[in-house]
C-alpha cells in the first residue's frame, strides 16, 4: 500500500358511500355507523345566480359552484382516498396538500412539486361521488382564492338552500346565514375549498366542524398551522405511484386511439417526468398530437434543447389544469416573495432549482457562498446582507409554499425538489452562470477534508455536483474549471472508486483540452489524476505513458522545480515502482525528496508524501532498514499534522508494518497492522479498496506465521 504526492487539486375502485362521520341517525339519513345512509335523491338542481327578494323553497339536493371535471384517464388515488375516509370516521375535516415525504419503497426521493399533484381532482373526485350517490343535500365547490368568492358562493349556497334570512341583498350576511344554518343542520353537506393560498383571509369564513356535515380543502402550502387546527386533519397527496404514472399512459393513449405510442420507454418517461399527473397528462397530449412514441418524446424532453412551453403546450390541456405546465409549478413563487423575507424566494428556488432534485444537505444555506450570493440577490429589494438564519427562513418559506419540502430529519437529503419546478425554475432564471457559481461554491465549501470514506454526506455532494456540472455545462469552465469539480474526481480516488474515478477523469480530461487547451494546467492536472486512476486500477502501462507526456509538459511550461512537476514526477516513479522498475523508481524519487525539502520545508505534507513513496520502493529494493527509519519518521510526523485518521496516516503505517515484516520483526508487524484493519474498516468500511488490500496482507501473514 503506498501514497502518493498530491497538491490541493491532485491525489495523489372507489367507495360508494362518502363518511360523514359519527352522528346520530337522523331522518336526513344519517346512521349511527358514521355512513350516509339515504335514499337515492334526485339530480342536482342548479338555481340561476340571481337571487329574487323572496326566498323559493329549496329543490333538494343542491348544488353550488361546479366541481373540475375528472381527468381523462383518472386514477383513484385508493390509498389517499382511503386516509380521508378514515378522518371523516374520526369525525375530522380534511385538508389536502401537496406530500412532502419520500417514496421510501422505490428508493428514491419524489417530491410533489407545488401544483399538478391532482389535489383539486381527488376533491371533485370526492364532491362527484356526493352528487352521483345522492347521499348528500348540499354540495358546495368554492375556488377559494380571495375573501369575496368565498363570501360570493356561500352567499349563492345561502339562496339555494332557502336559508332563513339570506335575502340576496347582502352577500356578507347571506354567508353568514349559511355558516349559521351548517351549523344547526341535520342535512348533510359537503363545502369543498379548493386551491387555499392565504389561510388568513378566511378568518371567520370557515365552515363549523358538525358531525352533518364536512369540509375538504386543497391547499400548496405545507405545516400550516391555521390550517391544521379546529379537528382539521391533513392527508398528503403525492404524485403518482410508478404504477399508476404508466396506467394512467396506457389508458389514455389507449382511449384516444393511440396505444401503440406506449412502447418500452414509458416507465422511463414517467420517472423523468417525476410521476407528475400535470406533466404526464400534457405529454400525453404531445405525443398523441405529434404520434410521437414515449422512447421519441423521452429523447426529446432529455436533449434538454426544449423550453416546458414546448414540450406541454399550454393549448394541449385535455384534463383542465388551466394554466401552462411551467406557470402551474411556480404559481406561489410571487406570494413567497412578498412573503417575509422579502425578495429571497426567488433567488433562492434558483439555487435549489441547480441541486440534485433527490436533495442536498441543508446546511449548504449556511455556508458563505449562499448568504453571499443571496444577498446579491435581494440588493435590488434594497435589503440588508443575508446571514445563515435567513437563509433557512427562506427555505422554510419555500417549503410552506410548495415550492420545494424541507425535511430536517432527512440528513444529506434534508431538502428537495421536482424535477420539472427546477426545470421550470431555471427557464426564467436571468444569470444562470452566477447561480451556478454559487452553489458550486457552497458545495465545495461544505465538502469535508476527509472524503475518503463513503458516507451519505459524500454521496449526496457528489450527486449535487454531477447535477449542478450537467446542468452549468460550460458555465463552470470560464473561469478555468471550477475547483469543485476537481474535487469530486479526487474523491473518487480517496475513497477507492477506481472504475468511476476514471470514467470521471477520462471526461475530465476531454472537457479540459476543448474547452481550455491541450496544454493548460488544469488539462495537464486532469491528466495526472487520470493516470492515476488508471495506476491504481491496476492499469500501470497506461498510467505510465500518460505520466510520461504530463511530466515534460509540466517541466517545459512551468519548471524542472514547480510543486506541480514535482508531484507529476512523484506519480510517474509509483507507476513505475508498481510495475517492478524499483530503480527507476528510487533515482525519481531520491531528487524529488531532496527538492521538497529545498522548496518547501523538512515537515510539509508533500514532502512527507516523497518519503513514504522513497521507503516503499527502498524496501522493495531490500534496503529495508533505510524504508524503516523513513517511515517512522513520517508516521510519526503524519500523526502529528494530520491526525491517526488520515488516510495518509493509514498508509503509513502499513508501509511501516510491511518493513517490519521483512526485517523479521513479525511480531510488530503483525500487530501494526493489525490495528491498520481496524482503523480502515472504521473509517473506510469493508468495501474499501484500501481495506480489503491490507486486510488479505494480514491474513496471508498470519498464514505463513
Known sequence: MTTTGASNETVPDAESVVDSGDAEASNAGVANSGVILGDVRPTFHQHDHHHPGAVAAPVWPVLEGQPVALASAFQPRQSVRDQVFAARRHGNDVVLAQHD??????????????GGVGKSQLAAWFAWQAIDDGSTDLVLWVTAGSANQVITAYAR???KAGVLGADGKDPDGDAKALLEWLSTTQRPWLVVLDDVTDPAMLAGWWPPHRPAGWTLVTTRLQDDASLLSSGRQQVNVDVYSPDEALNYLGERLSAAGYGHLLDEQASDLAAVLG????????????????????????????????????????GADPDGYGRPVAVTLLLALEAAEDADPIGLARPALELAAVCDPDGHPDTLWATSAVTSYLSVGRAGAGGDPVDAGQARKTVRLLHRYGLLTHTRTNGARAVRIHALTARAMRETTANPALVAYAAADALLELWPALDHATTDLM?????????VAGIANELLWRRGGHPLLYRAGTSLINAGLQ??????WETMQENAARLLGEEHQKTLVARCNLAVSYRRAGRTQEAIVLLKTVVAAHARLLGDEHPETLTVRA???VSYWQAGRTQEAIGIEEMVVADRVRLLGDKH???LAARANLAASYQRAGRTQEAISLLETVVADRVRSLGHEHSETLAARANLAASYWKAG????ATDLLQTVVADCKRLLGDEHSGTRAVAIVLQAWRGEA
Open 101 to 114: 415525504g419520500a417514496r421510501g419503497s422505490r428508493g428514491a426521493r419524489v417530491l410533489a412539486g407545488g
Open 157 to 159: 349556497a345561502a339562496a
Open 275 to 314: 410521476y407528475l399527473p400535470l406533466a404526464l397528462s400534457h405529454a400525453a397530449a404531445y405525443m398523441i398530437t405529434q404520434d410521437e412514441g414515449c422512447a421519441d418524446y423521452l429523447a426529446r424532453f432529455l436533449r434538454g434543447t426544449e423550453r416546458l412551453a414546448d414540450l406541454m403546450p399550454p
Open 459 to 467: 454521496v449526496a455532494l457528489r450527486a449535487n455536483t454531477a447535477t
Open 499 to 504: 472504475t468511476a474515478a476514471i470514467d470521471y
Open 571 to 573: 506519480n510517474l516513479a
Open 605 to 607: 505534507p508533500d514532502t
Open 665 to 668: 520483526r513479525t511480531h510488530y
